[in-house]
């Protein structure tokens, strides 16, 4: 297994917020080489964070409340801290939500509850777009109008290559959405 | 199970690392590679045996059907 990415993208991620997809979790799980990626990030000065409807979608496999543990365990050794406000900001932000919403239906994007507090969570640091990221390996369900793909980070398998991306909100979306 | 039986599992399951973003400073976790790769292990059984019993399940229900 080997891991590829911009030589310069730790040192670039230093002081960054970066909000994990549950498929990172999966891919990380996976490939030990991932994993020590993220632990790198970690360890480098980046904050990973995560948001609650994430945890639920990565721990469905758990029947036990050891089990379960197993999970968060996972996710705290991996120095991840929980945002807890998402759906606060679904609330607090609901023209933003709407017209989210519409721009993934016309992207063609068929995003998850979670995907769509990811992204909401994403725009909410709209103003700092060079400190706060999402990573997911689920590109087409971020509408390119609205958010920018940054990086790539290619994960190879024997048996093919897998790719997770970093995206940043566009600080020029009032021309791209019909507000 | 009853509402005691409940409160004590409760008290067992492990609890999450909250931050708000911005307010408090970054984790402080030094994580430990060694469990950390331990756990991934146990994980990736505990997902197999899920996928396979999810697609148990599908299987079974196009037989109902």
């Known amino acids: 297994m080997k891991l590829t990415y911009r030589t310069s993208l730790v040192s670039q991620l230093y002081n960054s917020y970066v909000f994990l997809d549950t498929n990172v979790f999966f891919h990380a799980v996976d490939n030990e080489d991932f994993y020590s990626f993220l632990l790198t990030l970690h360890n480098k000065g980046c904050a990973l964070v995560t948001i609650q409807s ?29 945002y807890g406000q998402a759906e606060t900001e679904l609330q607090r932000n609901k023209a933003f939500s709407v017209l989210l919403q519409a ?23 709209i103003h700092t ?34 790719t997770q991306a970093l995206y940043k909100n566009k600080t020029d979306i009032t021309d791209t959405i019909e507000i | 199970m009853s509402d005691k039986d409940l409160s004590e599992l409760n008290k067992k399951v492990h609890d999450l690392n909250y931050a708000d973003i ?4 970054k984790s402080e976790v030094k994580p430990d590679v060694k469990r950390g790769l331990e756990l991934a292990r146990k994980i ?22």
């Open chain 1, 54 to 82: 994430v945890i639920f979608e990565f721990s469905r496999g758990a029947k036990t409340v050891e089990e379960y543990n197993w999970y968060i365990d996972y996710i705290n050794n991996l120095g991840v801290a929980v």
């Open chain 2, 22 to 25: 911005g307010k408090k400073t």
């Open chain 1, 103 to 125: 721009e993934c239906k016309k992207y063609g994007s068929k995003a998850s509850y979670t995907d769509f507090l990811l992204l909401l969570m994403l725009h909410k640091f």
């Open chain 1, 129 to 162: 777009p060079d400190r706060v990221y999402l990573m997911t390996s689920n590109y087409r369900d971020v509408p390119t109008t609205l958010f920018e793909r940054d990086e790539l980070i290619a994960l190879e398998y024997e048996k093919g290559v897998q």
């Open chain 2, 44 to 65: 990736k059984e505990n997902i197999q045996t899920y996928q396979d019993e999810t697609d148990l399940s599908h299987q079974s229900s196009i037989t109902a059907v």
